[in-house]
DNA sequence: AGCGCCTGTTAAAAAAGGTTAAAAGCCGAT
DNA sequence: ATCGGCTTTTAACCTTTTTTAACAGGCGCT
């Protein structure tokens, strides 16, 4: 999980900022003062933090500096109106990790944030990429489906595949959208080809009660995890 | 030691950056367009990237994306004296780690560089070229790899095709990318030199369950490390 | 029911990669 | 300059993965 700490005290603003990253997956959570952002940088985990630089009781850089006594490394974005620039200076001193200025465009801010966390966090990526459905469990990045008789190797289509309809469990995975994520488009050919490869995975989760890959005529497939 | 990969084809800011980057206890090497650059970045170990863009015979992003694609975490910083969003956004799609517009004071990029470096090299121990792998130790500079029973020398191709597979630990190598890196260019007969030398290192690490190399069909290999 | 379109299944073709060994290239020692 | 040993490339043959093809059903619609 992405949690990042906002803290804006700009309602508007931070309200739309809290949007718009949920919409991209992170889990924001937002404060409007620099001493509510403390407390909250206390009482949980996040992996972020995006702070306002000018903020009534305590001020960004403030909160920079006491969250960084703690922790040197999560990643500290400011956001700040201002362009001065002994305040860019200061902020690279606290450590910042980036610095953007308003106003700013909500792509820029993101193309930003996963910068910073792509550098920060290597292993993120092997954490989201093992599923344990039924009674089995696939790990994507090692290609493999272990089960109570053993594990099996899979390609890597049937891997990426089996990745998509994962991450879409009991819901519609969508023929075109599969097609262009691993076959790059969707085209006759490709699509035949995905049901070649729809078919070998019925075969491998066949022994598993639990899983069943069901067609969704016209709109495509979706693996089911029953109890 | 850390080496900054420095290319501007401005000579005057130039030799005005990299003796101030001497200055500061950095070892900055200079080139003067983006074929220099790419072919010094192949030669050698750097720490951070630090590349003009708009240069002649291969500009800062194009040079950034080859680097890119076969290092996904070495820092990049980008100088340019264009503002423009687009610019900006492009940078940082690439991977970029900070962005800095000209004319800009020293220390305010010293401070960026330092900011982009606490983050990183903390993990960087393989900055000195020397990797730990399952249990393996691979010293890239001796091209030796120790384990407990004893140690072997690799060739140059060997070491230079691991490191490559250790720098994209647990992501996947791009094959083009590592040809053009190591054998200069993708053809078909270096693909097929390069099959060769995965055949070797599959060899060497084949006694360590940690490791494994596996083949990602149609893009590349990737190391696997697994606990 | 009948038709068109979508999907299932299986097998063969094609493409990519694996393995091994011989040929070629390189480099220092004599 | 030539030899011998090591590295790298080329080659031949093999295996696996992916795509294409052909045919068989099934679904929804009229």
Redesign the interface.
């Given at each position: 999980m992405n949690r990042i700490l906002l803290v804006e005290d700009d309602p508007n603003l931070g309200q739309v900022l809290a949007e718009y990253l949920q919409l991209k997956g992170f889990e924001p959570v937002l404060c409007g003062d620099g001493e509510e952002g403390l407390s909250m940088y206390k009482s949980r985990t996040f992996e972020l933090c995006l702070l306002d630089i000018m903020m009534p009781k305590k001020d960004g850089f403030t909160l920079a500096r006491e969250i960084r006594s703690v922790d040197?490394?999560i990643?500290i974005i400011f956001l700040t109106a201002k362009t001065l620039?002994e305040d860019?200076?200061e902020g690279?001193?606290i450590?910042?990790?980036?610095y953007i200025t308003k106003p700013f465009?909500m792509?820029?801010l993101l193309?930003?944030i996963?910068?910073?966390l792509?550098?920060?966090s290597?292993a993120r990526?092997?954490k989201d990429n093992v599923f344990k459905i039924g009674k089995l469990i696939f790990d994507f990045?090692?290609?493999t489906l272990k089960s109570e008789t053993g594990e099996i190797r899979l390609?890597?289509?049937e891997a990426n595949l089996l990745r998509l309809l994962c991450q879409n469990k009991n819901l519609t995975l969508n023929r075109s959208a599969a097609l262009k994520m691993i076959w790059g488009d969707d085209s006759y050919f490709n699509a035949r080809s995905m049901d070649v490869y729809i078919a070998k995975l019925r075969k491998y989760l066949k022994n598993d009660d639990h899983l069943n890959i069901l067609t969704i005529h016209g709109e495509g497939f979706k693996l089911i995890e029953r109890a």
């Open positions: 040197k490394k990643p620039k860019t200076i690279f001193k450590g910042a990790d980036d465009s792509e820029e193309l930003r996963n910068a910073v792509r550098r920060y290597p990526s092997d990045n090692n290609q390609t890597t289509k």
